[in-house]
């Protein structure tokens, strides 16, 4: 099974500030990794496919970059609605599995 | 737009077995998988299986042994039947499209579109 982490666990910033999220994968997954956001009471929303492909109408703050076991998620100017839950999820090889989550809360 | 729908019984008693359904409104079963995916309260995702449109499932070894899903093409729906339950089953239960990768032989990749879940508990 491929494990992933996520560093940190809590972020906590301001708005305007500009952050990463890492995830790593305890195997190569090549570039088969996805991020999602989920915000309380709702379901996860796709951002990130492909480790770098932004899906189609999410805003250009949002950034990914990664390959192999490393991957970033970088948010370049926070937004009062970016505060929310940020999961990476790996689909290399089955079974699928996500990441622990980051929680990214207001400073 | 795509919309899924989870529907259930949101109190299931230990032992016994939960089932959920997941109707797939503004868009077709066919070329995609179908996953069900659960979240305990205050914790991360869990994968739980798929079914690909063509009857393949794959479960989560975790839970294989008491997991079926199953696809309903002419209703547009499909169903988690996990027996045996116990209060570590509750959770919020999802289901969502799992697209087929692009140039690939069929592989699952990411999940474009969840449903609003479904609360489902576990207890006497």
């Known amino acids: 099974d491929i494990q992933l982490t996520q560093s940190p666990s809590t972020l906590s910033a301001s708005v305007g500030d500009r952050v990463t999220i890492t995830c790593r994968a305890s195997?190569?997954?090549?570039?088969?990794l996805a991020w999602y956001q989920q915000k309380p009471g709702k379901a996860p929303q796709l951002l990130i496919y492909?480790?770098?492909n932004l899906k189609s109408g999410v805003p250009s703050r949002f950034s990914a970059s990664g390959s192999g076991t490393a991957f970033t998620l970088t948010i370049s100017s926070l937004q009062p609605e970016d505060f929310a839950t940020y999961y990476c999820y790996q689909y290399n090889s089955y079974f699928y599995t996500f990441g622990p989550g980051t929680r990214l809360e207001i400073k | 737009q795509v919309q899924l729908q989870e529907s259930g019984p949101g109190l299931v008693k230990p032992s016994e077995t939960l089932s959920l359904t997941c109707t797939v409104s503004?868009?077709?079963?066919?070329?995609?998988?179908w996953t069900w995916i659960r979240q305990p309260r205050g914790k991360g995702l869990e994968y739980i299986g798929y079914?690909?449109?063509?009857?393949?499932?794959n479960y989560n070894p975790s839970l294989k042994s008491r997991v079926t899903i199953s696809l309903d093409t002419p209703k547009n729906q499909f169903s988690l039947k996990l027996k045996s339950v116990t209060a570590a089953d509750t959770a919020v239960y999802y289901c969502a499209r799992q697209i087929i990768v692009p140039a690939t032989v069929s592989s699952p990749g990411w999940m474009d579109s969840w449903g609003q879940g479904i609360q489902v508990t576990v207890s006497s």
């Open positions: 492909k480790a770098s």
């Open positions: 079914i690909f449109y063509s009857g393949t499932t």
């Open positions: 195997h190569s997954i090549s570039s088969w």
């Open positions: 503004g868009g077709s079963i066919n070329n995609f998988y």
